[in-house]
């Protein structure tokens, strides 16, 4: 009996081991709708509201687009002020009441460069090899109890996000951005959970979460409402309001 259940131990640890990168990234590909449904999407919305504390949620909005430009836009709303960023291109501008200031501030290039790593709509592991990053596959590991797979993917600036896997679902169920700056190494760690399936039929998670590398929780979660794929945006969302 333990011969068998040996056996069967290697087999699967085998199989997981004989899988490519490739392999792992068509399978979240196919998981998460299709290369079809992926090929078509150049800007996502999402809508939803951070948890502030217990029954305090205060409402967001975030937009990934890459056209007909590449940009990211966000908006925050608490106690009747809203904070607001934008990113295009490579210039990008925030507004952040909360701390009495009534005006823009210009995004650094560390910060656009952060940025880029969640902004893409597609996200980085479509068509990566088109955009330039490659990936390479770093085995199994064990997160909580679910057997993920792990991913690394390289950009051309240098930058390194990870990836974790659900072994059986192939969704994304962890990140961890790596960004190398000049004098230090900024490090986010993102996890994910309620995939749902959207109207566009792309499976997306509707619930995110920063945390620290010990997997603790940074501040309550985001959870999203709606995941809208290619809406019509308004382009002067990306401009800088002259007064905020």
Known sequence: MKNVLLFFLLFFSNKMFSQTADDIVNKYIVATGGAEKWSKVISLKYTGTYQMGPGMLAPLNGIYISKPFKGSYSDFSWQGMTSKSAIRADSGWSYNPFGGKRETD??????????KLGSDPQGLLFNYKQKGFTVEYLGTDDMDGTDVLKLRLTTKEGDVVYYFLDAETFYILKEVQRVKL?????????SYSDFKKNDFGLVVPFCVQ???ENGNEQGGPVNYSKVEVNSAIDAKMFDKPKNP
């Open 182 to 190: 000049k004098d230090k190494e900024q490090k986010n760690y993102i």
């Open 210 to 212: 920063r945390i620290d």
């Open 106 to 115: 210009p995004v650094s290039p560390e910060e656009i460069r952060s940025d």
